[in-house]
């Protein structure tokens, strides 16, 4: 078995009740074989990325030790998914539950099927908002900057549409 690595896993819904969608996958995650949960960020309602036709987004990131291989874990956050009624029909659509790798310890994989740090982590809101809440110091391989510098840095143009706003679990 390889050694834990810490991993941050950005999660998101918009379809059907999207607080009861994460909820649900971080209580499946915390009883994970090989994961062990640390903290959860605040919650985010932000604008739909792509395809700008649909419900707003609810994400946020957690953060855990997970002490199998990356491909591994991605099986288990598409199953996840499936449990959720996913359905990969159409890129930036609407969906019940996306789990994304954001980052697997300092890894850097380039591979059809996984790619780590999230290949558009850096350019996100949704995603640089919540990890820089959680890990404010960590800098993130491939890039050399934490979350919040990679945000500050992002052209006005870049920024523009992705609104996010913190919101109550509850």
Not at 48 to 68: D, H, K, L, S, T
Not at 82 to 99: I, K, N, S, V
Not at 149 to 154: N, S, V
Request: charged share 25%.
């Amino acid at each position: 078995m390889p050694p834990a690595q810490e991993v941050f896993i950005g999660l998101g819904s918009n379809l059907g009740s999207p607080r009861r969608h994460l909820l649900f996958a971080l209580e499946r995650l915390a009883r994970a074989p090989a994961y062990a949960p640390g903290a959860v960020s605040s919650l985010y309602r932000t604008a739909p990325v792509g395809r700008r036709e649909q419900p707003p987004f609810y994400n946020a990131v957690c953060r855990g030790m997970y002490e199998r291989t990356p491909h591994e874990l991605l099986r288990a956050l598409q199953a996840l998914e499936a449990a959720r009624g996913r359905q990969r029909q159409e890129r930036w659509g609407p969906r019940t539950l996306d789990l994304d790798i954001l980052l697997f310890g300092d890894m850097i994989i380039e591979e059809a099927d996984l790619q780590v740090p999230h290949p558009r982590l850096h350019e996100r809101g949704f995603v640089l908002i919540p990890l820089a809440e959680l890990a404010p110091s960590l800098v993130l391989p491939r890039w050399g900057r934490t979350a919040a510098q990679l945000w500050q840095d992002l052209p006005p143009g870049q920024k523009a549409g992705q609104e996010v706003e913190r919101v109550s679990w509850a």
